[in-house]
């Protein structure tokens, strides 16, 4: 087929298009356009580190300049996947940093990050720029020492809600004097202190920095000298919200906080101090985004605070914010589109907040832009989800939260299955939904009926038997990710839409009844799934072939089982069986 | 354990039973079985809630409550960082401590003292003075000082007039106070 356009016009074409699946479509074309799309793509996004190698990665994309990986299931935030079970970096470092020199960007989540490789990072890539870590372990603040110091032009350093072995602040410090390219600092989960000269230096010379996530070590009465550093300031993160009260404390604080005219978000407030909260008001009305989720400040302090931010768009809160509080900003955050509200005491069982499903009623009423939902209380009525579900048609993400594991509908003591089945029927555009409560298969039913749109589902303590699986892999045709925890679902419904896994990201079920032996047949019967069995009591043919795995997860992968695989972590495939029987000899 | 203990007699574990009480002693069945039942069902809930928490999990819930693994689906940093408002019984009590003439003051938790007669004792400690007797009629006699304390209106008060838990929930700071100041 004759060329039409020169190849540096398709070049230019294709880069006005930046989403993958635009661009994974064009490569579809024919060859040529194949060729052209693979040699220009910049940006790669792989939601399953384990879902393809390194080397398959750069055999078709030889440019690459922007890398996203995640690692382990979304269920290891609830210590539900063991330590030791994988997602390690430092294998993608190796190759990238051989073949990838121009690399500036690595985000990655929840994966395993060693210092080595943070060393590797800062000494591969000569204009490296962006660093993300969320949700990461491994590493220490040695490795950080290599980034500030080695990343000449460093823009982003977010370090989101990792574990990191905190030896000391010093490593801040190796930032060197002719770094000012800062625009995003995020160092919130940090224990140690930092210097806090060094610090104010560095916000000092970065002229473009936007984004300022302290750690609580930083102490309140210092946050005036940053703010003044730094007026251009879109997003702030405190330190530690506690000093004693002074008013001198106070006014210069009040004052610094009036200079900074570009705030549109807050978050931090650690020990919060409420009579501090008055000195924020100045920047209150233009804050779109606000974390209050590890501030114990409670009513009237609380509420008063929060319907001074009038143009609220995120909140995140704990439950003192309590149902009078919700009904206030219902009243005045209109623009409200995400609410997050969690437990202050997650393992009390009467709890000791006024938190019910009254509250989440009133903001579904009161904030039309309502779409995404993170919901901890102690108990729910089908009615008030109905109410929310018509109230919301334009929910996107629902998440619901009741403390005690099967509670019925406390009004009726009935299942909650009308209820959700009334969200996802109302809420056409779905797209993640997270249940608990009492829930029969008939919940399951209305999901595989009506959520069409749904991409992740979260389940727990739920259904009756395996028509609950079934209703969901056979009627939800846009599920990407399952993740299920202590349900009564077999090895039937999970045989039997063996290939909807493949259309799937993954799929997670722990603490059900699915067999050893299902799980090796789904192993066997399809060799483009990894099927992966987490034993950490014993090698799963330790027993009947009919006796349930403690742990199952499966995700379609193009590179084969993987090799980095702890004891404890089997996979299924056609030499399953004699590997066992090789490892009990 | 006892009531799980007496209902496998047939085991004859009897024998071998830790149990309180004298060896030799018996107590008698009946009571036992009728708490039997119910420890029964505490033991089983507290021994689900043991071979399910990891002891990452196991936070100072009450004993009662069994904890399940990843529930609720709450992430670690946030039950760390996320402290509960702190009940009265797990913080300190601490009040500042003057002493007339003492060049800087010093502060005391006063919930480790059970009643007026350590406290005071602690204060002559701290302060290398003698506080004297406390009377009703005459207050601290036998020395030129006297404990006063700050109370929850602002108005000094003499030490040992109120009970001690009484005192204890209203004081806000304690003063020495001395010489003729002391004396009514």
Known sequence: ?585 | MEGIMSHENDLNLKATELRLGLPGTDEPTSKNNKRAANELVEDSELLKGKSDAKAGDIETAPASKSQIVGWPPVRSYRKNVVQPKKTEAETGNYVKVSMDGAPYLRKIDLKIYKGYQELLKALENMFKLTIGEYSEREGYKGSEYAPAYEDKDGDLMLVGDVPWDMFISTCKRLRIMRGSEATA
């Open chain 1, 1 to 585: 087929m004759a060329q039409s356009f020169p190849e540096d016009v398709l070049v230019h074409v294709f880069s006005f298009l930046n989403c993958d699946k635009d661009r994974n479509a064009v490569s579809l074309v024919c060859k040529s356009w194949y060729d052209i799309e693979r040699s220009s793509r910049r940006r790669i996004f792989i939601g399953n580190c384990y879902a393809v190698s390194p080397e398959i990665l750069i055999r078709r994309f030889p440019d690459v300049r922007a890398v996203e990986l995640k690692g382990k299931p979304h269920f290891a935030d609830f210590n539900l996947v063991p330590e030791g079970w994988g997602g390690y970096v430092y294998p993608w470092v190796v190759s990238m940093a051989r073949a990838y020199p121009w690399l500036e960007e690595i985000k990655l989540k929840r994966m395993v990050v060693t210092d080595e490789s943070l060393e590797l990072i800062s000494k591969s890539f000569k204009n490296f720029k962006v660093l993300v870590l969320l949700s990461c372990e491994g590493f220490t603040t040695d490795g950080l020492a290599y980034i500030a110091a080695n990343c000449r032009n460093l823009r982003e350093l977010d370090l989101g809600e990792s574990e990191v072995e905190d030896l000391s602040g010093h490593w801040l410090s190796h930032f060197p004097d002719n770094c000012t390219s800062l625009v995003s600092l995020n160092i919130s989960c940090l224990v140690s202190e930092v210097s806090f000269s060094a610090l104010e230096r560095l916000v000092a010379r970065s002229p473009n920095l936007k984004t300022l996530r302290l750690n609580r070590a930083v102490p309140l009465e210092k946050l005036p000298n940053l703010l003044y550093c730094a007026p251009q300031l879109v997003e702030l993160g405190t330190g530690v919200y506690f000093a004693e009260i002074q008013s001198d404390i106070f006014s210069n604080l009040a004052e610094a906080f009036l200079g900074c005219k570009q705030l549109k978000g807050l978050s931090g407030f650690w020990d919060v101090v409420p009579a501090y909260l008055p000195a924020m008001y100045s920047v209150c009305s233009r804050i779109t985004s606000l974390n209050l989720s590890y501030a114990t400040a409670q009513n009237p302090d609380l509420v008063h605070f929060v319907s001074q931010c009038s143009n609220l768009q995120r909140l995140w809160v704990l439950d003192y914010i309590e149902d009078t509080g919700l009904e206030a900003l219902a009243a005045s955050c209109k623009d409200l589109q995400e609410l997050r509200v969690f437990p202050s005491d997650p393992y009390d069982a009467e709890g000791n907040v006024t938190l019910t499903e009254q509250g989440l009623v009133a903001v579904s009423e009161g904030c039309p832009k309502l779409q995404s939902v993170l919901y901890f209380c102690r108990q729910m009525s089908n009615a008030a989800l109905v109410t929310i579900a018509r109230n919301r048609p334009n929910m996107i993400r629902f998440r619901l939260c009741i403390i005690e594991p099967r509670a019925p509908d406390y009004l009726t003591l009935e299942p909650l299955d009308t209820g959700f089945g009334a969200i996802v029927e109302n809420c056409k555009e779905l797209r993640r939904l997270s249940m608990s409560g009492l829930l029969t298969d008939r919940v399951f039913e209305y999901i595989g009926t009506h959520a069409k749109k749904l991409e992740m589902l979260s389940i727990a303590f739920a259904g009756n038997s395996d028509l609950g699986l079934h209703h969901v892999l056979s009627g939800c045709e846009s599920l990407r990710k399952l993740e299920i925890r202590d349900c009564p679902f077999g090895d039937k419904a999970l045989l039997a839409n063996a290939t909807k896994l493949e259309t799937m990201r993954s799929l997670w079920m722990s603490s059900c009844s699915v067999s050893f032996g299902a799980c090796k047949l789904l192993g066997q019967k399809m060799p483009r799934l990894n099927v992966e069995v987490i034993n950490e009591r014993g090698p799963p043919d330790s027993g009947p072939e009919s006796c349930p795995v403690e742990k199952l997860y499966v995700y379609r992968t193009i590179a084969g089982p993987r090799v980095d695989m702890p004891g404890f972590v089997w996979t299924m495939d056609e030499h399953v069986s004699s590997r066992l029987s090789r490892a009990t000899e």
